[in-house]
């Protein structure tokens, strides 16, 4: 699955964050949505909070390859936990963990992506690139 978390001022990336496969409209609604959250990050203003409060968080369903946009508090982030649920499948992605409820140590997606030997890019709002990449 590819990962890719951005927000006005750091993000990140995984490689596979590429389109999604052909399902229809809810397809073209994940696409429209993402498409807005960067639209929304490149421009600084993330509806309900400000750039220094939320990451963007495009990815690809591990489960069923649907392409999903949410919008993630940067405390949570940081200092919570995250799970978010693929609209598609229901299969709900563990983001981040720094209350160390599902491991003994703290975690998020950039360190486990890491561990797998999957690169890891952070982008800011001067580095959004143009639409999914592929």
Sequence with gaps: AGWRLCSGSAAGTGPGAGGAADRGGAAASAE????ELRAQVAEGTLEG??????????????VCNARSAKKISKRAYHHGVVIVTCFNCGNRHLIADR??????????????????????????????PDGPAG
């Design 32 to 35: 429209a949505q993402e498409g």
């Design 49 to 62: 909070t400000t750039a220094e409060e939320a990451y963007a968080l495009a990815f690809t369903c591990g």
């Design 99 to 128: 209350l160390k409820w599902f491991s003994d140590d703290g975690i998020d997606i950039e360190s486990m992506m890491r561990e797998k030997g999957e690169e890891v890019t952070r982008l800011n709002q001067f580095r959004v």
